[in-house]
């Protein structure tokens, strides 16, 4: 479903979006100027360890956040040309579940234990869409057959707990795409599930985006399960955008040295997959007191005093759809002096230890 005189115009333009949090600790930046365009029928890939961002930025986007969030005036999140920070209250009652929907990280969590599939799945379509009982009752077991459930009539009338970890996350998925949103946002989808059920889900999500023509952002920490699937990735480091690219074009050229250290910790498919980001050694910096520099400095292999003391901003090479933010960039011969010269000094302009490290 296109808008009439929406064409050309990115389904969702994300500007210079910062979101702290007030802590006990002091201002926590959770999210540091991302900005990013989403066509219609895209889908994004958004990569990061824990605790990058990812999930406070879509939860920006949604406007979920809690009150303790902190926002910048000049952050600006445009659907299909509408500012949604401008929405009316009663705009914004029915916006997020029928332009944008979501499907969460633990399917346990996002249903209601007591109350049976047949209801979440039917009260927001009889909310959002004002169905009668029996229409929604029949979308519902349309929906239930689309996220191929089998017997969908049947479950209708189950508890959660009465269903697997893999069916309930497709009853999530159902209800995620209950009202057609332009866009689903899919934070984590597998990471709850063990691996077989893992691909199974993340095939259905791929299949139901194409033939519902919808956008996706697939958010995970896992560098692997975005390389098939998404159209564009962008890697998150501490809070900020370190790369962005096509998705063959990242993996032909990755030139952050995030990205390229992500890249090498995707282990061979005998290794459970939740052991992946451990590869890169040190942590990341404490978001209360982010370093002046590079967030990335304490543990890049690159690292130089000019490192440590600016902040890195995304600038493209040639490319303009494949940006990054580093002044030593990997496979440039800036990069390459840059890490030949650490080698040979046996550590970075932060003292890692480049003899401690593994030969890549
Ligand atoms: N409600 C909150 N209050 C304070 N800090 C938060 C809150 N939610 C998230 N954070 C912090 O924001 C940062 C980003 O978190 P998050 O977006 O959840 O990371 P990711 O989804 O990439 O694992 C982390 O440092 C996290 O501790
Ligand atoms: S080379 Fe410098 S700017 Fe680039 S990622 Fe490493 S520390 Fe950051
Ligand atoms: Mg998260």
């Known amino acids: 479903m296109s808008t009439p005189g929406a064409s050309g115009m990115p389904l ?18 959770a999210v540091d100027e991302v900005s990013f365009t989403l066509e219609k029928g895209e889908t994004l890939g958004i990569v990061g360890e824990s605790g990058s961002g990812k999930s406070v930025l879509v939860r920006s986007i949604m406007n979920i956040l809690p009150r303790t969030a902190l926002i910048p005036p000049q952050t600006k999140v445009i659907l299909e040309g509408k500012d949604t920070r401008l929405l009316s209250r009663a705009e914004a009652k029915h916006f997020w579940g029928t ?20 209801t979440q799945i039917t009260d927001p379509l009889r909310f959002h869409l004002g169905m009668s ?32 970890g893999g069916m309930r996350q497709r009853v999530i998925i159902a209800i995620a795409l209950s009202c057609n949103p ?10 709850a599930l063990d691996v077989t059920v893992q691909k199974q889900i993340l095939d259905l999500l791929e299949n139901l985006q194409r033939d519902l023509n919808m956008a996706m952002i697939l958010i995970t920490h896992d560098l692997g399960v975005v390389a098939g699937r998404a159209d564009r990735i962008a890697v998150m480091y501490a809070g900020r955008m370190v790369e962005t690219a096509d998705t063959k074009a990242l993996f032909r050229n990755m030139r952050h040295p995030y990205a390229e250290a992500l890249l090498k910790s995707i282990p061979r498919l005998e290794n459970p997959s ?19 520099g590079c967030r990335f400095a304490s543990r890049c292999r690159y690292a130089q005093d000019r490192c440590v003391a600016e902040l890195p901003e995304l600038t493209t090479a040639g490319d303009p759809d494949h940006r990054f933010a580093c002044f ?24 890692l230890d480049l003899h401690a490290q593994a030969v890549s």
Do not use: C, W
């Not at 332009?99 to 047949?118: H, R």
């Not at 929604?136 to 459930?149: F, N, Y």
């Not at 332009?182 to 990471?191: F, G, M, R, S, Y």
């Not at 030593?328 to 003292?351: M, S």
């Open 12 to 29: 969702l333009q994300v500007e210079n979006l910062s979101t702290a949090f007030r802590t006990s600790r002091g201002i926590l930046r």
């Open 99 to 118: 332009q944008i929907a979501m499907v969460f990280q633990d399917p346990m969590t996002s249903l209601n234990p007591v109350k049976k599939i047949g």
């Open 133 to 164: 009982k029996s229409a929604a009752r029949a979308r519902a077991i349309e929906l239930l057959d689309l996220v191929r459930i089998p017997e969908p009539a049947r479950r209708l009338n189950q508890y959660p707990h009465e269903l697997s």
């Open 182 to 191: 332009k866009l689903l946002v899919a934070d984590e989808p597998t990471t």
């Open 274 to 292: 939740h052991t992946r980001l451990d590869a890169i050694s040190g942590r990341p910096p404490d978001m209360v007191r982010p370093p002046a």
């Open 328 to 351: 030593f960039p990997v496979g440039t011969p800036e990069g390459e002096r840059a890490l030949a010269a650490n080698l040979a000094a046996g550590q970075t302009a932060t003292g």
